[in-house]
C-alpha cells in the first residue's frame, strides 16, 4: 500500500492543509490529541527521522518551531508538544517523516489521550486561528535562507 502523507503531499488524497513551502506540508491531524494537533511532513518520503538527510530535518524542525511559538507566544497555550515517533515499537503508525506539534491548552491526562475524529467544524476553527500568524513559519525559513512557496 502506498504511503498516505506522500498522496497527501501529492493533492491526491484529502487533508486539512495549514501551510505547504519549503518542503513541508503542515496538516491538520486526522485524530487529534487537542485543539490544534498539527503533523509537519517532508514532502519527500523518508521513513522516519533516522532516514531524512540533515537539511530536510532542519526544514522541518524550523517549521515545527514556528508553530509552537504560534501558539505560545501569539495564542497564548501555556504548553506544546513537539515530537516524532521512529519505528513502530515508537508508535510510528504511519511510515513518512513527520513531527507532531501539540498546542496544550490544558493538563492531559495522558500524552495520547484525548484522541478524537478531527470534524469540519472544529478543522475550520484550527485554519482560521492560524491563518493570521502562518508569516512566523516564512520568517522562520528565511531566516535560514530557505525560501517557501
Known sequence: MECVFCRIVRGEEGS?????????QVILDKYPVSKGHLLVLSEDHYEGVQEAP???????????????RIYRVNLGAP???????????A???IFH?????????????????????????????VLEMLKPHLTVIDEYLLS???VGE
Open 54 to 68: 540533515p537539511e530536510v530535518l532542519v526544514r522541518v524542525w524550523l517549521v515545527a518551531s514556528a508553530l509552537a
Open 16 to 24: 486539512y492543509t495549514v501551510y505547504k513551502g519549503g518542503g513541508v
Open 97 to 125: 517523516f513527520h513531527v507532531h506539534v501539540i498546542p496544550r491548552w490544558t493538563q492531559p491526562k495522558g500524552f495520547w489521550s484525548g484522541r478524537h475524529e478531527l470534524s469540519d467544524e472544529e478543522a475550520k476553527e
Open 91 to 93: 508508535g510510528q503508525v
Open 79 to 89: 504548553g506544546v508538544n513537539i515530537v516524532t515517533n521512529s519505528g513502530s515499537t
Open 144 to 146: 535560514m535562507g530557505i
